[in-house]
């Protein structure tokens, strides 16, 4: 679900803009972010793409048969009317 490599790289990023001689700090300040980051990301309700491609297929097949439903009651309603 959380790519660790995506916090490993972010939490670099955060690192390298900070100044050479605060490095002690910066490494500090990279583990704390990362565990930040996780804690946080772990929090989020989210669900991994392939379950939201599973789920979007299920509602592309839902909304067909709805429409195929709809169009059947149509035609039942019209009977009805017609009599």
């Not at 583990?31 to 299920?58: A, N, P």
Request: glycine share 2%; charged share 35%; no cysteine.
């Amino acid at each position: 679900m959380i790519n660790a490599k995506k916090i490993e790289e972010i939490a670099k990023q955060v690192t390298d803009s900070i100044p050479a001689g605060l490095k002690d700090f910066a490494n500090e300040m990279e583990d704390k972010t990362k565990v930040v980051l996780q804690r946080k990301l772990s929090q989020l309700d989210v669900v991994t793409r392939e379950e939201f491609d599973v789920q979007t297929q299920v509602l592309i097949k839902t909304r067909t048969k709805l429409t195929e439903l709809e169009a059947k009651v149509a035609i039942l309603e019209a009977q009805i009317t017609a009599q």
